[in-house]
């Protein structure tokens, strides 16, 4: 079996179970991406992405329902990948992702009037201040707050 994994890497194929993972991301992405950044799953709680899953046909003021199929996809592929820490509970006010513990802790100190930016525009732009967004990286040596 160990024979046949190593096999599988070296010829760069998905090994048992990942290719349902990759077509259930490619989906979440697909369908998420259309309109917004397709925000990293772990970055919110399971209730959080439930309730949002729930709530399609009123999503943020649009209606994003999609066939049943491609919810229940994107749905377990959520649940799988959701937020494992001390906040993995926590579903925001107006399950906003901008209003979660780590979101307000990770950019407090920035200044309300950057948020007005045209550039910016709200705190939910992530790709206005983090040009690598679209590929679900945050981190802090990428970071360009626009003027």
């Known amino acids: 079996m160990a024979m046949a994994l190593t096999l599988l890497v070296w010829l760069g194929l998905p090994l048992p179970g990942q290719a349902d993972t990759l077509e259930a991301e490619a989906a979440y992405q697909n369908q998420c991406a259309a309109c917004h950044i397709a925000f990293p799953p772990k970055k919110l709680s399971a209730g959080a992405w439930k309730k949002i899953m729930g709530q399609l046909e009123s999503h943020f003021g649009v209606n994003a329902s999609m066939d049943p199929s491609s919810q229940q996809v994107i749905a377990d ?71």
């Open 77 to 147: 592929y959520l649940a799988k990948n959701v937020a494992r820490s001390f906040w993995s509970d926590e579903i925001p006010p107006h399950n906003r992702m901008t209003q979660t513990r780590w979101f307000l802790r990770k950019h407090g100190g920035i200044p309300a009037e950057v948020w007005g930016r045209d550039a910016v525009r709200s705190a939910s732009h992530c790709a206005a201040c983090h040009p690598e967004a679209g590929q679900s990286y945050f981190g802090d040596d990428t970071v360009r707050i626009p003027r």
